[in-house]
């Protein structure tokens, strides 16, 4: 196993730090500190230079022309993409692109002519709606939200919760029950935010302030056949497979943030004085700063572990439920610790430790909480007798 | 927390903007038919708060009434009331049209 980077890794992930310090961080000086869009004047701006640097639209497949960078190399850009303000659920506004909703990529042509490719035009954008009012950590189950035959139609009933954008999408994958209980009766379904019956009830307002999330409801909402995404009664898979696959970024946001709020603790630690002396020279801060250092550590490890297993083809799920434990968990300490040296300042909105603190709670809960992820570890190490 | 700013309107005066908070959260400007004019919020860099903000607009003839809502999630939260608006009335506020962030679409029940 290599574990250095080559030139070639080592030169994009300069060039993204770069981009960062040099054209994100200086607009954040002028933005509300909890701002998650940048003007659209800047924005553009910066898009063209990510297309010049030849980095736009990182998680499209090649085939779909996107750029050619694997799993690795882009788990080392999320590192760097989010040690900025905004960085944790906004990272570089968005200026990189983005594939959208993965799950897109299974479509049926005539799906993906009309979801997909505008979707990775900038054109189009998706929700992913799963988690009810019912519960999120175990959707197969609790999904309520029915789906019944009429005709060339599908009628849906029902509501989701803390779906994050639907308010702003064109479209979105839509799971809803239309068999039996548990995961064998859930299917995916494609739905245009204009069908009548589709409402966005309201915000729900959290710790994060980027990209809300929204409650949703479904009124006899039809859908046409052709929009179920797969097929009938085997839409869990294709969720699930999307989580797995999610977590590895996810991770790799929560070191971005995590490698940064440990820079200026320790940038901090050697300026701040304190009874005579620099607060550095005190081994209580000493060791703050070395728990981060192997905190940040072991969560990269992990995460380019999962990362290296997902470009080899090999199976990853529980490397991916592991560095999503470890990252989610070890950033929120590093964090806190970081607040701590920096004292009163460290809580105040001049700083950006208040907003990651804030933000990274909601990972430990996001994309399938931690004891979730404990759980698929414990399958995978126990059996699957596990239930 | 209902999803809409319902309390009454203030009248607009220096002794009501004295009483207000200097803390993050919205607010929204009217006039004398209470008609909402401009939705803004007391963002992290309001040197006074809401108190700070709706001082600026004492002066201004148009805007009669003011009343705010205390909220951290000021940002999140500016853009709720602003989609309502665009809900319930099919555009925004007169002063926010030149709102420079895309905003998305709520049908509030
Ligand atoms: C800001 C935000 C944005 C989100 N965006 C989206 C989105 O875009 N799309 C979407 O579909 N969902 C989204 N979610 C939902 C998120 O995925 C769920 O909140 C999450 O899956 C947990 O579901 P729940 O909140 O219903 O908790 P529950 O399922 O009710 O679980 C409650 C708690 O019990 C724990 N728990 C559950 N089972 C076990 C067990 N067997 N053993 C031990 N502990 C257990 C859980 O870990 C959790 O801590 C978002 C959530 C938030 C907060």
Redesign the pocket.
């Known amino acids: 196993m290599e574990l250095s980077l080559s030139n070639e890794q080592q030169m994009i992930v300069d060039m993204v730090r770069r981009f960062v310090r040099e054209e994100i961080v200086p607009l954040e000086m002028h933005l509300d500190p909890d701002a998650d869009q940048l003007e659209s004047d800047d924005r553009e701006r910066l898009v063209g230079k990510v297309k010049e640097m030849g980095l736009y639209g990182l998680d499209i497949p090649v085939e779909y022309g996107g750029p050619d960078i694997d799993v690795v190399t882009r788990t080392l850009m999320a590192i760097e993409m989010s040690q900025h303000r905004a960085g944790l659920y906004a990272p570089c506004y968005g200026v990189f692109g983005g594939a959208g909703l993965a799950q897109l990529f299974e479509a049926s042509d005539a799906q993906k002519e009309k979801y997909l490719y505008p979707t990775l035009r900038g054109e189009k954008r998706g ?13 197969a189950r ?1 999904i309520q939200t029915r789906a019944i035959q009429d005709g060339d139609d599908w009628v849906i009933n029902g509501g ?7 308010d702003k999408a064109d479209f979105g994958l839509v ?1 809803a029950r239309t068999g039996g209980e548990g995961r064998g009766g859930v299917t995916c379904f494609i739905v245009d935010t204009d069908t009548p019956g589709f409402h966005v009830r309201r915000i ?1 307002h ?3 302030s980027a ?3 929204t409650e949703l409801q479904f009124e006899d909402m039809h859908v046409p056949a052709i929009n179920i995404l797969g097929q009938l009664n085997k839409g869990f898979a294709i ?1 699930n497979d999307r989580l797995s696959r999610q977590r590895i970024p996810y991770s790799a946001g929560c070191i971005g943030v995590a490698v940064k709020a440990h820079e200026m603790a320790l940038e901090y630690s050697k300026q701040r004085e304190t009874f005579g002396a620099p607060l550095s020279n005190r081994q209580a801060i000493q060791w703050m700063l070395v728990d981060n250092e192997i905190d940040i550590k072991q969560a990269t490890w992990l995460t380019l572990e999962a990362a290296d297993r997902a470009r080899r083809g090999d199976s990853f799920r529980k490397e991916a439920a592991m560095c999503k434990i470890v990252a989610t968990e070890s950033a929120g300490r590093v964090v806190d610790r970081a607040m701590q040296i920096h004292g009163g300042y460290g809580v105040t909105k001049d700083f950006p430790l208040e907003r990651w603190y804030r933000e990274l709670r ?1 990972r ?9 992820q ?2 698929i570890i414990a399958r995978d190490i126990i059996g699957a007798g596990l239930r | 927390m209902g999803v809409r700013l319902e309390k009454p309107f203030l009248l607009l005066q220096a002794a009501a903007v004295k009483a207000v908070q200097a803390q993050m959260g919205v607010y929204q400007l009217a006039d004398d038919n209470e008609q909402v004019l401009y939705i803004g919020s007391a963002d992290a860099r309001s040197l006074f708060g809401l108190r700070g903000e709706l001082q600026r607009f004492l002066e201004d003839p148009e805007v009669t009434r003011f009343r705010v809502e205390v909220n951290t999630a000021y940002h999140t939260r500016r853009q709720e009331l602003l989609m309502l608006h665009q809900a319930d009335h099919g555009e925004l506020p007169v002063r926010n049209r030149d709102y420079p962030f895309q905003l998305g679409r709520l049908s509030p029940a």
């Not at chain 1, 929700?127 to 959707?139: K, Q, R, V």
């Not at chain 1, 430990?364 to 004891?371: D, H, V």
């Open positions: 929700f992913f709606g799963l988690t009810e009012p019912s519960g999120g950590s175990d959707p609790a989701k919760i803390f779906i994050s954008g639907a799971f729900v959290t710790l994060r990209h809300y999330a969720a909601i430990r809960i996001g994309e399938g909480p931690n004891e979730v404990r759980h």
